[in-house]
């Protein structure tokens, strides 16, 4: 659902206004169960999860579909994608959907909207940089724009549906708790690098 060669969306990611980043036809690599700590949050679920990205599990993630490991392969850079750090996730609580990532990398931050597979299970996976020199600590950022933009950018990964039912009151100790720790999740990646180094 994207023209590979200048990212512009097509279908359900280009109903909700202009597309920033990159569009992918796959969806993002499944946050790994036993490194993610779940928070339910009424009609939404927040994951924290500390990932290190390598070319090796990129390429597991996306093995059983011929088409995603294809792309994988044409759009990774030389050597493959290596980077690790937090991972916010956004799901839906009912199904497990996840529309939003806030992949909190030390080296190329960035955020994801995540659109439901199409009706021949095409992903529209839109994947968007972060600038840290005009948006400072991608963390806070991140935990900003989920207190005060959650219902746009939930709009803008086709989870329109969900906001009616987001419960402000209910969302803002998950999120508290979901910024805790990632934040120590964060720092105790920092801490053992310094030790071995």
Same mark, same amino acid.
């Given at each position: 659902?994207?023209?590979?060669? !200048?990212?512009?969306?097509?279908?359900? *990611? *280009?109903?909700?206004?202009?597309?920033?980043?990159?569009?992918?036809?796959? +969806?993002? $690599? @499944?946050?790994?169960?036993? !490194?993610?700590?779940?928070?339910?949050?009424?009609?939404?679920?927040?994951?924290?999860?500390? =990932?290190?990205?390598?070319?090796?599990?990129?390429?597991?993630?996306?093995?059983?579909?011929?088409? $995603?490991?294809?792309?994988?392969? /044409?759009?990774?850079?030389?050597? #493959?994608?290596?980077?690790?750090?937090?991972?916010?996730?956004?799901?839906?609580?009912?199904?497990?959907?996840?529309?939003?990532?806030?992949?909190?990398?030390?080296?190329? @931050?960035?955020?994801?909207? !995540?659109? =439901?597979?199409? +009706?021949?299970? &095409?992903?529209? !996976?839109?994947?968007? +940089?972060?600038?840290?020199? /005009? #948006?400072?600590?991608?963390? &806070?950022? *991140?935990? &900003?724009?989920?207190?005060? =933009?959650?219902? $746009?950018?939930? /709009?803008?990964?086709?989870?329109?549906?969900?906001? @009616?039912?987001?419960?402000?009151?209910?969302?803002? +100790?998950?999120?508290?708790?979901?910024?805790?720790?990632?934040?120590?999740?964060?720092?105790?990646?920092?801490?053992?690098?310094?030790?071995?180094?």
């Amino acid at each position: 659902m994207s023209d590979a060669t !200048n990212g512009v969306a097509t279908g359900a *990611a *280009a109903d909700v206004g202009p597309t920033v980043g990159v569009v992918y036809g796959i +969806p993002p $690599q @499944p946050p790994v169960a036993a !490194n993610t700590r779940m928070l339910e949050a009424g009609a939404l679920r927040i994951g924290v999860e500390y =990932r290190d990205v390598d070319p090796e599990a990129l390429r597991a993630a996306y093995a059983g579909n011929a088409a $995603q490991l294809a792309e994988l392969e /044409a759009k990774s850079p030389v050597g #493959g994608f290596s980077d690790e750090g937090v991972s916010v996730h956004v799901f839906d609580a009912e199904d497990g959907h996840e529309y939003l990532r806030f992949d909190l990398f030390d080296g190329e @931050p960035h955020y994801h909207y !995540n659109h =439901r597979p199409g +009706p021949v299970g &095409e992903a529209v !996976n839109n994947v968007v +940089p972060f600038d840290v020199t /005009a #948006g400072g600590d991608m963390l &806070e950022w *991140a935990f &900003e724009r989920l207190r005060t =933009r959650l219902p $746009q950018m939930l /709009a803008k990964a086709g989870g329109g549906h969900l906001v @009616p039912r987001v419960d402000r009151a209910a969302l803002e +100790p998950v999120l508290a708790e979901a910024r805790g720790l990632a934040v120590a999740a964060r720092e105790g990646y920092r801490r053992a690098a310094e030790a071995g180094a």
